[in-house]
């Protein structure tokens, strides 16, 4: 893989800083990738290698590119990082591939750095709200580490402008409240791999570092918000293990809030009533509008719900258009799949608290359902998971000739491929 001709444009209202990508072990088509931002923020673009690099390596190493050669200095201190990620991805997909070589003189002298300033990545969900409210409350407003941006990413969930500018509206009301500044980005850096197990699993937390790396005219550090706590962290691609290596001698990235798990960051929020009425867990964008950012119909609407409701604090929210559900909607509308179902098992013991039994029994039957353990055949694979941890399925496994294992729930890190 090629990167080359490396330069900032203007057009219209926006600055954009871009690249040609041109892959060379495989047969894929040149592209331009691009970060833009709108013109009053132009000065916060960067023109190096150092964005273009940290989006192209996963992909690179995925599709057995032998090198990323580069027209442009790259910072010594990414570059050590990105060998790092390439190596715990490598060990963790047990990819027999060697590593993307990567080929860029190195930066002989340290880039010019703004004043301290701290971002975060602001998507109104549970976690990026959660890091907000933390940082907030520990840091005094003119600590170095204090937010004064707030990132919101056009390119990557989001990809209709109408939808977009519904978010920029709702989170820009956030933002003014709590002395930020949202800063919209515009990103095309997904379309070097858009397979949606491959988003999740190896490239969020690259394309995530990469907008921060472009953003290194202004900000200093980029705050990724965990989406799992520790007891819960498994092999995916914003990870505490790999967040940090994305980091630059003047860009710092962190992964932050990995201590508590999507319950105890929704219970944190509860507590913030601002809060409250801007969360957006939604992806169903057709539903958005002006007002209404979420669907209150689909998993991940109904996860929040029910956790609100545990904690005591769906009334206190505007940002769910019905707040009444039965436990026969949420069997019929919680799809559990490898990434979520670690959010569920948490909600049983809560709701049966509270008094509604019927909304813990259906939490559990969802669960026991992804699990493969309804019915008989369901009933002795839970009796093996609880009583003797496994050994039956784990017998069942070893003696399948050649290791050809059937996939189970959650067993297989990556979709058909």
């Avoid at 950012?293 to 019905?322: D, H, Q, S, W, Y």
């Avoid at 069942?396 to 050809?404: F, L, M």
């Amino acid at each position: 893989m090629r990167i080359e001709q490396i330069h900032q444009s203007t057009s219209a209202s926006r600055r954009r800083t871009s690249a040609q990508i041109t892959w060379e072990d495989c047969d894929r088509p040149k592209q331009e990738i691009y970060f833009e931002v709108g013109d009053q923020l132009g000065d916060a673009l960067s023109a190096d290698a150092d964005a273009f690099v940290t989006a192209a390596l996963m992909p690179a190493l995925w599709h057995g590119e032998k090198r990323i050669a580069v027209d442009a200095e790259l910072c010594p201190d990414l570059r050590d990082g990105l060998i790092n990620t390439m190596a715990v991805i490598a060990d963790w997909y047990q990819l027999s591939r060697p590593l993307v070589a990567l080929e860029a003189p190195p930066r002989k002298h340290a880039a010019a750095r703004p004043a301290d300033r701290a971002g975060f990545f602001l998507t109104g969900g549970i976690d990026s709200l959660a890091t907000l409210r933390m940082n907030q409350l520990n840091f005094p407003t003119s600590h170095p580490g204090a937010f004064k941006d707030g990132i919101l990413i056009f390119g990557l969930e989001i990809d209709k402008a109408e939808d977009f500018e519904h978010v920029s509206k709702w989170l820009g009301e956030l933002a003014d409240h709590t002395g930020i500044k949202l800063v919209p980005v515009y990103t095309n850096e997904r379309s070097l791999e858009d397979d949606w197990n491959f988003w999740i699993d190896v490239f969020e937390g690259a394309v995530l570092a990469a907008v921060g790396h472009a953003l290194a005219g202004r900000l200093t550090s980029a705050t990724i918000a965990s989406s799992f706590d520790i007891p819960n962290l498994h092999r995916l691609a914003s990870h505490p293990m790999l967040d940090p290596f994305y980091s630059s001698h003047r860009m710092r990235v962190r992964h932050d809030g990995a201590a508590f798990s999507r319950f105890e960051k929704t219970r944190i929020l509860s507590e913030w009533d601002l809060g409250m009425q801007y969360i957006r867990v939604c992806n169903v964008t057709e539903n958005y509008r002006t007002d209404q950012l979420n669907c209150g119909e689909c998993e991940k609407c109904i996860r929040t719900m029910l956790t609100l409701l545990a904690v005591g604090a769906l009334g206190k929210t505007r940002a769910f258009p019905n707040r009444e559900f039965t436990a026969d909607f949420i069997k019929e509308k919680a799809n559990l799949h490898r990434k979520n179902f670690r959010f569920w098992p948490e909600l049983a013991a809560p709701l049966d608290r509270i008094g509604r039994t019927d909304l813990a029994d259906a939490v559990r039957f969802v669960c026991a359902r992804y699990r493969g353990e309804t019915g008989w055949k369901g009933a002795m694979r839970r009796f093996d998971r609880e009583h003797l941890n496994g050994g039956v399925g784990a017998l069942k496994r070893a003696i399948w000739a050649n290791g050809h294992v059937p996939d189970e729930p959650g067993n297989s890190p990556r979709g058909a491929r």
